[in-house]
């Protein structure tokens, strides 16, 4: 097939979308269908021929994405593909891709995603002022709403569901594919050393529990509800592990102020995922929104319990207390020390890591492409 990957930015640093557009085109190339990458920004090196930049210049990111819109509009015009891909609201497209959820979900109730009512208010009056997150919402409506949809590619069930709640589309329309984990990359046996060597940086003794959180948003992930739940445990042996480049001093604080800051570790940042899973005993994100969280997912793949919510998508391949525990109320502290505390029992932990390895093949990335092609190729029949 002839197709198209339509994203605003192709820099894998940038994101989860990123990043996933780059491995997406590498694999579809790999099983000789003819890609291009359509973009604003194309990463530096050796780019091919069939990437095409698309200009979009502006002073405001809402003016560089509707001349990113015109750009891509004026090069469909003149170029026919089998199948346009977009990870992001476009006006023409046959697969639509809302990594993040879909837009109309965002502008009408993003702001539940934070706790308070102070941070809600804020929350909701600049999603109004968000002159892109707006015209976004505005796009994919039209879109969503035109005589011909594309089929909209879901996260999970959870995106799913708010596709529905916003737009009244044929089930023909609908289709929901997981993430997908690199195996390869992410294989238990293959750096042994790893845990002892995260574990040593750290002087994390052997017989202390580490529940990992690696995440961008500490907020919207539940660092706090981490944190609080752990300070309820008193259990010394249970310890917090956060990877991620957000500013942790109020959460360093809040540990300080529960007494256990001696039990919390901030890593920061790392390019390096795979050695704090294997550093860990359970991974913890108490989130309050994620379409299909790959945290999670890659933390299956190792066999690493997880403990997360039902407004994770990721989570609709656990069974509750089998893989981990799925939290029907993220805020709820004490269900999260509870479901923590349990993760002191070693046989526990040892039956739920093994349950989670049998996850790996349906997490395959080889599946997910497989799954993939049949939606191509079902968008054009339906198209």
Excluded: W
């Excluded at 697969?95 to 965002?106: D, K, L, N, T, W």
């Excluded at 969280?293 to 890659?298: A, I, Q, Y």
């Excluded at 997880?306 to 609709?316: D, H, Q, R, T």
């Excluded at 002191?344 to 997910?368: F, I, K, T």
């Amino acid at each position: 097939m002839k197709i198209a990957l339509v994203i605003l930015h192709a820099d894998p640093a940038r994101g989860g979308a990123e990043r996933y557009t780059a491995e997406l085109l590498l694999a579809l190339r790999g099983r000789e269908h003819e890609v291009s990458l359509l973009a604003s920004t194309l990463p530096g090196g050796n780019v091919p021929s069939s990437d095409v930049l698309l200009p979009s210049p502006g002073a405001t990111r809402a003016g560089r994405y509707a001349r990113f819109l015109n750009s891509l509009d004026r090069h469909l015009d003149h170029i026919r593909y089998d199948i346009v891909h977009a990870m992001l609201p476009v006006r023409r497209c046959d697969v639509y891709h809302p990594h993040a959820g879909i837009a109309a979900e965002s502008v009408e109730s993003g702001h539940l995603k934070h706790a308070g009512k102070v941070e809600r208010a804020v929350s909701r009056f600049a999603n109004r002022m968000n002159l892109r997150r707006q015209r976004f919402a505005a796009v994919e409506r039209e879109l969503l709403q035109s005589p011909n949809p594309p089929t909209v590619l879901c996260l999970s069930d959870y995106v799913k569901g708010t596709v529905r709640k916003h737009y009244d589309l044929p089930e023909t329309k609908l289709a929901t594919l997981f993430n997908a984990v690199d195996l390869g990359r992410f294989d238990p046996t293959s750096r042994s050393d790893a845990r002892d060597e995260i574990r040593r940086r750290f002087s994390i003794g052997g017989d202390r529990v580490v529940g990992l959180m690696i995440a961008q948003d500490f907020a919207r992930k539940g660092l706090r509800e981490a944190i609080v739940a752990l300070a309820a445990i008193p259990d010394a042996r249970m310890m917090l592990l956060v990877v991620g480049k957000q500013d942790p001093t109020p959460y360093r604080k809040l540990a300080a102020d529960r007494g256990v800051l001696d039990r919390v570790i901030f890593n920061g940042p790392t390019t390096d995922p795979y050695a704090f899973y294997q550093a860990a005993d359970f991974f913890v994100l108490p989130t309050r929104h994620d379409p299909c969280s790959l945290v999670v997912l890659e933390s299956l793949a190792m066999g690493v319990p997880v403990i997360s919510s039902v407004f994770n998508g990721a989570c609709e391949i656990m069974r509750d207390g089998t893989h981990g525990y799925v939290l029907p109320d993220p805020p709820d502290t004490n269900a999260l020390a509870h479901h923590m505390a349990q993760m002191l029992d070693a046989g526990r932990r040892r039956a739920m890591s093994e349950a989670c390895l049998q996850l790996r093949p349906a997490l395959s990335y080889e599946n997910h492409v497989d799954r993939l092609l049949d939606i191509y190729r079902s968008a054009r029949r339906h198209g």
